[in-house]
């Protein structure tokens, strides 16, 4: 009985300190935005989480887009449609806000107090779509860009209008949104606002799998033909190469202007799964478990994700050109770290020059200093990672 009673304490323990971590925000439906057409695959409305600034933050603002891949065609996006990643009506009515969204200083000192939105995901194209048309076969609506702009146009209208600092974020196919949206955010806010922008797990590279074939490429190019988002790309990009290969940030960065902050994983493992070792270059599955832990990877897997981490910084070449630019590129296998605690900001969170993320992102972005830091050594040299397993 006596042993009953400490576990239970200790449970009592993990989830008050669970509950302190994170919180739960309520989900906002943007229904106005559905007679401009700025809807989710289904025809649904967009929907975000706000949680309100207070205090000297009323008027900062952190603009969060959700990730979720993307649907490379009618038969992808028919298999999204029906999801929360194609229809806020499939979405959970709360969302969990911890690191970068927490309200509390101790565990996010440099924005707590910001107006922190976090904006679902329901496009399928990191919000860059916008097709007139519409099939009556399929009622698919391509339409993330128009999102994008109506979400905008909604959050000044709430006060963003009078924003001092402003960021806009995302993580995975959020993290591209950021990348590829950046210079136009920008654009629909005040001159006076000090914008800046941060991708965390939005680098994605112009890889070839482990067969050697350009998947990500042919996909990605697919992606931008069914939702018609070339115009929404960098036009500057556009006219040197096809818009397919504008979607991948390596191609476009350079031509970004807005201040942004680049947080990603040398071993990104969204990327390890499905730009490296993609289950139809690996067939057999002797990937398989390598892909759901990296402890699991043979000596020979491990040296192809080492040419991988090179390929990854390769791609990175020349980004830091600017001191507004920063970086955090550890030698981890995660993918986004800005949202839980336990990355963001803890005892034991990753660290860069001794530097957690939250203090690199906020002197980054409060210029009390340049972060521009690529881990230089190889897995499994960080011993602060927090490596993903896969269940």
Same mark, same amino acid.
């Given at each position: 009985?006596?042993?009953?009673?400490?576990?239970?304490?200790? %449970?009592?323990?993990?989830?008050?300190?669970? /509950?302190?971590?994170?919180?739960?925000?309520?989900?906002?439906?943007?229904?106005?935005?559905?007679?401009?057409?700025?809807?989710?695959?289904?025809?649904?409305?967009?929907?975000?989480?706000?949680?309100?600034? @207070?205090?000297?933050?009323?008027?900062?603002?952190?603009?969060? @887009?959700?990730?979720?891949?993307?649907?490379?065609?009618?038969?992808?996006?028919?298999?999204?449609?029906?999801?929360?990643?194609? /229809?806020?009506?499939?979405?959970?009515?709360?969302?969990?806000?911890?690191?970068?969204?927490?309200?509390?200083?101790?565990?996010?000192?440099?924005?707590?107090?910001?107006? #922190?939105?976090?904006?679902?995901?329901?496009?399928?194209?990191?919000?860059?779509?916008?097709?007139?048309?519409?099939?009556?076969?399929?009622?698919?609506?391509?339409?993330?860009?128009?999102?994008?702009?109506?979400?905008?146009?909604?959050?000044?209208?709430?006060?963003?209008?009078?924003?001092?600092?402003?960021?806009?974020?995302?993580?995975?196919?959020?993290?591209?949104?950021?990348? %590829?949206?950046?210079?136009?955010?920008?654009?629909?806010?005040?001159?006076?606002?000090?914008?800046?922008?941060?991708?965390?797990?939005? &680098? @994605?590279?112009?890889?070839?799998? $482990?067969?050697?074939?350009?998947?990500?490429?042919?996909?990605?190019?697919?992606?931008?033909?069914?939702?018609?988002?070339?115009?929404?790309? /960098?036009?500057?990009?556009?006219?040197?190469?096809?818009?397919? %290969?504008?979607? @991948?940030?390596?191609?476009?960065?350079?031509?970004?202007?807005?201040?942004? &902050?680049? $947080?990603?994983?040398?071993?990104?493992?969204?990327?390890?799964?499905?730009?490296?070792?993609?289950?139809?270059?690996?067939?057999?599955?002797?990937?398989?478990?390598?892909?759901?832990?990296?402890?699991?990877?043979?000596?020979?897997?491990?040296? $192809? %994700?080492?040419?991988? #981490?090179?390929?990854?910084?390769?791609?990175?070449?020349?980004?830091?050109?600017?001191?507004?630019?920063?970086?955090?590129?550890?030698?981890?296998? /995660?993918?986004?770290?800005?949202?839980?605690?336990?990355?963001?900001? #803890?005892?034991?969170?990753?660290?860069?020059?001794?530097?957690?993320?939250?203090?690199?992102?906020?002197?980054?972005?409060?210029?009390?200093?340049?972060?521009?830091?690529?881990?230089?050594?190889?897995?499994?040299?960080?011993?602060?990672?927090?490596? #993903?397993?896969?269940?």
């Amino acid at each position: 009985m006596e042993g009953m009673m400490r576990v239970c304490i200790v %449970l009592v323990g993990i989830l008050s300190l669970l /509950s302190i971590e994170a919180y739960e925000v309520g989900l906002t439906f943007l229904d106005s935005a559905v007679a401009q057409g700025a809807v989710c695959l289904d025809g649904s409305a967009p929907a975000y989480h706000m949680d309100k600034g @207070f205090g000297a933050g009323i008027d900062n603002w952190l603009v969060f @887009f959700e990730g979720g891949g993307w649907c490379n065609n009618v038969t992808n996006c028919l298999a999204r449609r029906d999801t929360r990643l194609g /229809s806020s009506k499939q979405m959970l009515t709360t969302e969990v806000f911890s690191g970068m969204f927490h309200n509390k200083p101790r565990y996010n000192p440099d924005f707590y107090d910001w107006n #922190r939105i976090k904006v679902r995901y329901c496009d399928g194209a990191s919000f860059t779509g916008d097709v007139e048309e519409v099939d009556p076969k399929t009622n698919l609506h391509f339409r993330g860009a128009r999102i994008f702009q109506a979400v905008i146009e909604d959050l000044l209208e709430k006060g963003m209008k009078n924003a001092k600092n402003a960021m806009l974020a995302g993580c995975s196919a959020g993290g591209l949104t950021s990348i %590829l949206q950046c210079d136009n955010f920008r654009s629909l806010l005040p001159a006076t606002t000090k914008v800046k922008c941060l991708s965390d797990a939005g &680098f @994605f590279i112009n890889a070839k799998t $482990i067969i050697g074939t350009s998947q990500i490429e042919d996909f990605y190019a697919d992606v931008v033909k069914t939702h018609g988002s070339a115009k929404v790309l /960098s036009p500057a990009c556009t006219s040197k190469m096809s818009p397919g %290969l504008c979607f @991948f940030p390596q191609n476009m960065v350079q031509y970004i202007e807005t201040p942004i &902050f680049l $947080i990603n994983a040398a071993y990104d493992t969204w990327q390890v799964k499905n730009i490296l070792a993609p289950g139809v270059a690996d067939q057999k599955g002797t990937w398989r478990e390598c892909k759901l832990d990296i402890t699991k990877c043979s000596s020979a897997q491990l040296d $192809i %994700l080492q040419g991988y #981490r090179q390929e990854f910084l390769q791609a990175l070449t020349g980004f830091d050109n600017s001191p507004s630019r920063g970086m955090f590129i550890n030698s981890c296998y /995660s993918h986004c770290q800005t949202g839980t605690q336990e990355t963001w900001l #803890r005892n034991d969170s990753p660290l860069l020059s001794n530097t957690t993320i939250a203090k690199a992102v906020g002197d980054w972005y409060y210029e009390r200093g340049t972060f521009q830091k690529i881990e230089d050594c190889q897995y499994p040299c960080d011993k602060t990672c927090h490596n #993903r397993v896969f269940e």
